[in-house]
Structures are given as C-alpha cells and as structure tokens.
T-cell receptor
Framework: QKEVEQDPGPLSVPEGAIVSLNCTYS??????FMWYRQYSRKGPELLMYTYSSGNKEDGRFTAQVDKSSKYISLFIRDSQPSDSATYLC???????????FGAGTRLAVHP | EAGVTQSPTHLIKTRGQQATLRCSPISGHTSVYWYQQALGLGLQFLLWYDEGEERNRGNFPPRFSGRQFPNYSSELNVNALELEDSALYLCASSSGTSGGAGTDTQYFGPGTRLTVL
C-alpha cells in the first residue's frame, strides 16, 4: 500500500466550476499537509500548507485536512484555464523534512 | 529574489555512465533536497542535505549520492546509470530554521531531465 494515494485523473472541468481534489494517507504520524501545483516542464510550487486538522483558505483555494479519516482535500472555486496543471498532495511528519507525495492529479479547465 | 536554479536543463547519457546534476538554493537557505520524478512513479524523496551534512536518505541504491558545498549549493551524482534512472530530477531548498523540529517550506527548482539511452 502506498503511503499517499491520489487519483491521477485526468480531470476535465469547464471554466467556473468548483474543483475537488483529494488524497488519502495511511500513517497517522503525518502532521504536515501540503498541496503543490506543477505546470508542464516546471518544478512544483507550493499552494497550501496545513499543520494538523482543519481548513485553510487562500483566495480561490481551500485546503481541508481530516486526520480522523486520513483524508486531505483541495477545493478550487471559480476555476480558470490558468489552473490547468498537475496538483500534488504531500505529507510529512515532524523532524525529517522528507515530503511524501501523491501521484498527482492532472486538471484541465476548458473555456 | 532568485529562485532555486538547476543545471543542466537536459542531460543525455548512456547506460553505465555517470551523471552529475547541480543545484543552487535560494539565497539564505541552508537545506537542499533532491527528488526523482519518474514517469508513472511520482515524486520520490532522494536526499536531504543541511549545513553540509546528509540528514536523510530515501529508498534509493548507493549509486545515488551527493554532497553540499560550503556555499550550500549541492551536487547529485548517479553512477552506473540504468535505463530506469531516466527521470526529472528536482532540487528544492528551505531555510532550515526549524532545525528538524518541523517541516520547512520547500521551494522547488525547474529540474534536470536526465535521459539514459
């Protein structure tokens, strides 16, 4: 079993839709949860960073962590064609600085 | 402020050769991380260097090695290249201010695409 599971998609949505991206993880020791966005031929860029459970909002992006079910989500409101990218979830436990990534979900937002 | 830079952008080698990849962290960052992004396997942690020392290592064979220089730049060496080493190699840096007690935000470079023929 992989430590982090993420549906690779692809996910295709019309402009303006609400997008929901999800990951599950297996180890309850993980305390740090991140979402990265990666455009084609570029390195990943950090979108959202959450410690422990709860919600975090930044503009059109909302990250949710449910530690009881080991489930993390990223919601994108009013999606734009510029949001078309691969979205990677990542988790980490304290003290090691080693990120464990999901496989990434490829998102396409069409006009 | 300049981001993480990596060189070369592309590298083509043949099986059995050695590859050297280079990374310059963001100014002021002391930690450097290496990841491999192979097709179908996702991003996998390779190595973490901080203050010149190797702090953690992923599940990769010893022919993957590296070092960090006094100016905090880093080098990844891959010996005895195999076809399955073909991948995008990403370097990230962080400030290292948590001293290992937490997780510092990692900022990624654009990567070096290594092709092994």
């Amino acid at each position: 079993q992989k430590e982090v599971e993420q549906d690779p998609g692809p996910l295709s949505v019309p402009e303006g839709a609400i997008v929901s991206l999800n990951c599950t993880y297996s180890n309850s020791a993980f305390q740090y949860f991140m979402w990265y966005r990666q455009y084609s031929r570029k390195g990943p860029e950090l979108l959202m960073y959450t410690y422990s459970s709860g919600n975090k909002e930044d503009g059109r992006f909302t990250a949710q962590v449910d530690k009881s079910s080991k489930y993390i989500s990223l919601f994108i409101r009013d999606s734009q064609p510029s949001d078309s990218a691969t979205y990677l979830c990542a988790v980490a436990s304290g003290g090691y600085n080693k990120l464990i990534f999901g496989a990434g979900t490829r998102l396409a937002v069409h006009p | 402020e300049a981001g993480v830079t990596q060189s070369p952008t592309h590298l083509i080698k043949t099986r059995g050769q050695q590859a050297t990849l280079r990374c310059s962290p963001i100014s002021g960052h002391t930690s450097v991380y290496w990841y491999q992004q192979a097709l179908g396997l996702g991003l996998q942690f390779l190595l973490w260097y901080d203050e010149g020392e190797e702090r953690n290592r992923g599940n990769f064979p010893p022919r993957f090695s590296g070092r960090q220089f006094p100016n905090y730049s880093s080098e990844l060496n891959v010996n005895a290249l195999e076809l399955e080493d073909s991948a995008l190699y990403l370097c990230a840096s962080s400030s290292g201010t948590s001293g290992g007690a937490g997780t510092d935000t990692q900022y990624f470079g654009p990567g070096t695409r290594l092709t092994v023929l």
